[in-house]
């Protein structure tokens, strides 16, 4: 696979904006060693097992709400019953930076207050199907950030997990934002590429994606 040269910010669909680079890696190493510190707990990282009986291939922390399939609850009932780490307010502010990125609206920036994360892990063998964000009562945008191996990032329609659809690739530092008429397209992550990381980064290998949302729960301990 060939290097990629710096590319401007592009509309991938309405409301669906990627900028490549936008993270440094220093920006990219501080998430990495927060990343770190959350996947060991109160909840630790784990694949997700699907209601049908299936393990996820990407490994998952979640912070501000704990995501199982298919609601958001401030315990990890799934995996130790502890309650997850709270949302920091760093994290608040990189999304509506994040959205100011990709938008160029203050008003929707200044307003954008996510409080939950997934943070999946992919080494090289890791792939996640075409799905909808759909679990939250928001319909607020979501903002994705990549850090480590470049991956084929596939961008659908929402209607139907299956054509038309868009390839593109997702490499460190890259943020990707989908929200209005894009917030519930069907996407999914159909490749990782193996040994493209700068390890400059912070990761050696595989791939960090940070998802921000905004749940539109309020605070009862099993909000459904």
Same mark, same amino acid.
């Given at each position: 696979?060939?290097?990629?040269?710096? +590319?401007? *910010?592009?509309?991938? @669909?309405? &409301?669906?904006?990627?900028?490549?680079?936008?993270? !440094? #890696?220093?920006?990219?190493?501080?998430?990495?060693?927060?990343?770190?510190?959350?996947?060991?707990?109160?909840?630790?990282?784990?694949?997700?097992?699907?209601?049908?009986?299936?393990?996820?291939?990407?490994?998952?922390?979640?912070?501000?709400?704990?995501?199982?399939?298919?609601?958001?609850?401030?315990?990890?009932?799934?995996?130790?019953?502890?309650?997850?780490?709270?949302?920091?307010?760093?994290?608040?502010?990189?999304? +509506?930076? *994040?959205?100011?990125? @990709?938008? &160029?609206?203050?008003?929707?920036?200044?307003?954008? !207050? #996510?409080?939950?994360?997934?943070?999946?892990?992919?080494?090289?063998?890791?792939?996640?199907?075409?799905?909808?964000?759909?679990?939250?009562?928001?319909?607020?945008?979501?903002?994705?950030?990549?850090?480590?191996?470049?991956?084929?990032?596939?961008?659908?329609?929402?209607?139907?997990?299956?054509?038309?659809?868009?390839?593109?690739?997702?490499?460190?530092?890259?943020?990707?934002?989908?929200?209005?008429?894009?917030?519930?397209?069907?996407?999914?992550?159909?490749?990782?590429?193996?040994?493209?990381?700068?390890?400059?980064?912070?990761?050696?290998?595989?791939?960090?994606?940070?998802?921000?949302?905004?749940?539109?729960?309020?605070?009862?301990?099993?909000?459904?």
């Amino acid at each position: 696979m060939s290097a990629l040269t710096p +590319r401007p *910010a592009t509309e991938v @669909a309405p &409301g669906a904006v990627h900028v490549p680079g936008w993270l !440094t #890696p220093e920006q990219q190493r501080e998430l990495v060693a927060a990343c770190r510190s959350w996947a060991a707990g109160p909840v630790p990282i784990r694949r997700t097992r699907l209601p049908r009986g299936g393990v996820m291939s990407v490994q998952t922390v979640c912070i501000g709400w704990h995501w199982q399939p298919y609601k958001y609850t401030r315990t990890a009932g799934d995996v130790n019953g502890e309650r997850v780490a709270p949302f920091p307010g760093w994290m608040v502010q990189l999304g +509506r930076r *994040a959205l100011l990125q @990709a938008y &160029g609206d203050q008003q929707a920036a200044d307003g954008y !207050t #996510p409080d939950t994360a997934l943070i999946n892990f992919y080494d090289g063998q890791a792939r996640l199907g075409m799905h909808q964000d759909k679990d939250e009562r928001s319909t607020a945008p979501v903002v994705s950030l990549s850090i480590g191996d470049t991956c084929a990032f596939r961008v659908g329609n929402t209607e139907t997990r299956t054509k038309p659809y868009t390839d593109i690739e997702l490499a460190s530092g890259d943020l990707f934002v989908f929200g209005g008429p894009s917030r519930y397209v069907y996407h999914g992550v159909p490749k990782v590429y193996e040994g493209t990381a700068d390890p400059a980064c912070g990761l050696r290998s595989g791939r960090l994606n940070i998802t921000m949302r905004v749940t539109g729960l309020t605070d009862p301990e099993e909000a459904q």
